[in-house]
């Protein structure tokens, strides 16, 4: 079983920065394709981050390309992302998650994943 929780959410202006940190239960971790999710309000849930299990390869969004950068620490079974020159439209819950089925990240990047964190809020204000 993988437990994992997010933290570091919370409310910056535009132009500001966060930092997201999901902290993962379970001795496999360093096997799994992690990712970071979102989910706006009255919106579905989309792709922002991915990243192999080495930390090696990382796939984002075009959204977010060039802002975020996603990170893992295997020894310390963590999984950040750093946010930059945050957009109001970065708003929504932010949710990690994991594919123990793989190593890659092809297959979480399309929502393919069977663990999530309970999610962690950012709002970006004008």
Same mark, same amino acid.
């Given at each position: 079983q993988?437990?994992?929780?997010?933290?570091?959410?919370g409310l910056v202006q535009a132009g500001g920065s966060l930092r997201l940190s999901c902290v993962v239960s379970g001795r496999t971790f360093s096997l799994?394709?992690?990712?970071?999710?979102?989910?706006?309000?009255?919106k579905e849930r989309e792709f922002v981050a991915a990243i192999n299990w080495d930390g090696a390869s990382t796939r984002y969004a075009d959204s977010v390309k060039g802002r975020f950068i996603i990170s893992r620490d295997?020894?310390?079974?963590?999984?950040?992302?750093?946010?930059?020159?945050?957009k109001v439209e970065d708003t929504g819950v932010y949710y990690c998650a994991a594919d123990s089925?793989? *190593?890659? #990240?092809? =297959?979480?990047?399309?929502?393919? *994943?069977? #663990?999530? =964190?309970?999610?962690?809020?950012?709002?970006?204000?004008?």
């Open positions: 993988v437990h994992m929780v997010e933290s570091g959410g799994y394709a992690m990712a970071w999710f979102r989910q706006a309000p009255g295997n020894a310390a079974n963590t999984l950040d992302l750093q946010m930059n020159s945050l089925h793989s *190593a890659y #990240f092809f =297959g979480i990047v399309g929502g393919k *994943a069977d #663990f999530w =964190g309970q999610g962690t809020q950012v709002t970006v204000s004008s």
